[in-house]
């Protein structure tokens, strides 16, 4: 159900009758109003909503037993009744008998089945006033082992009663034991109407030592082994390691158990595949993929469709030899894998056939690891966990996979030059740093530039992506250069004391360094020390000021060619990378925030002392030779 609050405060929906099991809200903004978050900015809004329910139940449900009728009178309100469907249930017939209307010509009964807030084929309806009495509805394969929901209500303003009847029919599982997979083998037959399996000389006759009788079977059961490999992570696997046996007369029926509650938030994969030398002429295996309950219509219809769950269906013959199918997000529940064997055109090839079909059915977080173009995500939200494709350069789909808006390659190599080339531009401040003998800032650049550079390489997807290093490690050395660059710049404005200045590079390194282990894209990681180090460098500022009488810096030209120039960049660097950054122009903006950066850089840093010598003079030695007497040893030193 879709709700929206543009222009309100409180929105409501009213939920009637809601099926059992959970309920999700989730919110949304929509596309005009997303940003993309980097390095800890977060979007430009915030919104919270605080969801309230109110629940109303029914008090009077009455409990339909088998072949036993149900007498009802409808007024005003529905009748509610529910009746328990067991396992191997084949069908189930709901009859309406005895109807008497009081004052309307006919029976106006609607009836019905599930609940109404599932959709249309997660539902039966019935009406009964123009239909002949008894009225009847028939659900082929009902779900198992779970309480059906029925609801009737009359279709007027009188007084309708009636006597409400269900009848199950009961289906009778052959179940193929390991001993029994043991013994078999492809020269084996097994006759379903009178349920026995047929075997080479030598063995036991399965069929009576099973302990299930004699009698028709609606289907031959194979157990499947289920292993955990990991987080949404599971392999179900037959107990003979590789095949099933299917038939013409009887379906093949695997039940996979989905119902952990944690094998929802995956993608369920099913292969089959068929031996070529056992399908031949027209011949064809067809297979129905089923929660709930599993379909056993194979005679009747090849839909696929159960009572109330519409499957998937599969197909095996002579020039397709496999099928493939993937469900995402399967539904919490028992899943069922029907194959049967069918012969369209001359049935009487398929009464002593045979074929082993391979089965490989696995639960895994993102298909193919979601390829070259996209990043396989878990998230988890109380207690619930969910796997999806984080998809890049345009690409998506399940698997990122859909191609119609992905970028192609030269766009993909554009951006990783637009990203990796801007960072090119922190040589102006390296050179700078270097000739005013600013080492620890130039060191700081440096390391930025690289680690800058090498992030946006092995950032990108598809082919043009270069990783040196571990993605995450190259991220957290970028957003580490990028806050560290911005804190050494502003305390060099400053003009502390050499000791005090290399003291706070220090401690601020180690402020930031913790921050970003704690939460890498908090938005304080790097505006918590470069506010306080703005703090110290006004500070300081301020000191001269009053202590010199005059403004500071007092150069003019300081202010005109450098300072204003430099504020104005960053200024512009940060209002891009805060408002006007977002995932589809991402190569262009970031790139110039790049530019930006390195740009102010450049020009806020402060001039050179002018008492003090270049790095490079400091250290050179003079061209002559100097005697140095030591008055106590008389001892006479070369320099």
């Not at 039940?255 to 070529?276: E, P, W």
């Not at 998809?391 to 859909?402: E, M």
């Amino acid at each position: 159900m879709l709700l929206s609050s543009e222009a309100q405060n409180n929105t409501s929906a009213n939920i009637s009758h809601p099926a059992p099991g959970d309920w999700f809200v989730a919110a949304h903004l929509p596309p005009s109003s997303q940003k993309i978050q980097v390095k800890g900015f977060v979007p430009t809004c915030a919104y919270v909503f605080q969801p309230d329910m109110l629940v109303m139940r029914v008090v009077k449900v009455s409990v339909m037993e088998p072949d036993v009728p149900l007498l009802q009178t409808l007024l005003s309100h529905p009748s509610y009744l529910k009746i328990f469907v067991p396992e191997y249930t084949q069908e189930l017939q709901l009859e309406l008998q005895g109807c008497v209307s009081n004052g309307s010509l006919g029976c106006p009964v609607r009836v019905t089945v599930g609940s109404v807030t599932l959709p249309s084929n997660f539902q039966k309806a019935l009406t009964c006033s123009n239909l002949p009495w008894p009225c009847r509805l028939l659900l082929p394969s009902p779900p198992w082992g779970r309480w059906l929901q029925v609801t009737a209500e009359s279709l007027a303003h009188v007084s309708v009663a009636f006597s409400a009847v269900a009848a199950l029919k009961a289906c009778k599982p052959w179940s193929v034991t390991f001993q029994h997979l043991l013994h078999s083998s492809p020269n084996q037959s097994c006759n379903a109407s009178s349920g026995q399996l047929s075997l080479g000389p030598g063995h036991q006759d399965l069929g009576r030592s099973s302990g299930v009788g004699s009698g028709p079977f609606c289907l031959v059961s194979y157990p499947v082994m289920r292993e955990d490999m990991d987080v949404l992570s599971v392999h179900f696997q037959p107990l003979n390691r590789v095949w099933v046996m299917v038939h013409w007369h009887t379906p093949s029926t695997v039940r996979l158990r989905l119902n952990t509650g944690m094998d929802s938030g995956g993608s369920l994969s099913i292969s089959l595949q068929a031996n070529k030398t056992e399908i031949v002429n027209d011949t064809l295996v067809v297979a129905c993929m089923n929660a709930a309950s599993p379909f056993l219509s194979f005679d009747t219809s090849l839909n696929c469709t159960t009572a109330f769950f519409q499957g998937y269906p599969l197909s095996l013959s002579t020039s397709s030899l496999t099928a493939n199918l993937i469900i995402p997000y399967p539904e919490t529940d028992d899943w069922y894998l029907s194959l049967q064997l069918m012969c369209p055109e001359s049935p009487e090839n398929c009464q002593q056939a045979m074929v082993h079909v391979e089965t490989t059915v696995n639960l895994v977080p993102c298909l193919n690891d979601c390829g070259p173009y996209g990043q396989c995500l878990l998230l988890r939200r109380h207690s619930y966990l969910y796997a999806s494709c984080s998809c890049k350069a345009g690409w998506r789909g399940w698997s990122c996979t859909d191609n119609s808006t992905a970028q192609t390659v030269a766009q993909q190599r554009m951006a990783v030059l637009l990203l990796t080339l801007s960072n090119l531009v922190f040589l102006a401040p390296i050179a700078v740093s270097v000739h005013r003998a600013l080492l620890v800032e130039a060191s700081v650049y440096s390391y930025t530039m690289f680690f800058s550079t090498f992030y946006h390489a092995c950032d990108q997807p598809g082919e043009a992506v270069l990783c040196i290093l571990n993605y995450d490690t190259l991220q957290y050395c970028d957003f580490l250069g990028s806050g560290v660059s911005i804190w050494v710049t502003i305390l060099c404005m400053a003009r502390l004391k050499t000791v005090l200045k290399h003291v706070l590079f220090v401690l601020g390194t180690l402020v930031i360094a913790m921050s970003l282990y704690l939460d890498r894209r908090g938005i304080w990681n790097m505006m918590g020390p470069c506010l306080f180090a703005f703090v110290i460098m006004a500070s300081m500022w301020g000191y001269r000021c009053g202590h010199r009488n005059q403004c500071y810096p007092s150069s003019w030209q300081r202010w005109v060619f450098y300072l204003l120039p430099g504020i104005s960049m960053a200024s512009v660097g940060i209002a891009i990378y805060t408002f006007m950054m977002t995932s589809d122009n991402y190569y262009y903006t970031h790139s110039i925030w790049h530019m930006l950066l390195a740009g102010s850089a450049a020009l806020l840093l402060p001039p050179r002392d002018r008492h003090a010598k270049p790095w490079a003079w400091s250290q050179t030695f003079p061209c002559h030779y100097q005697i140095c007497t030591n008055v106590r040893d008389e001892l006479y030193t070369v320099t």
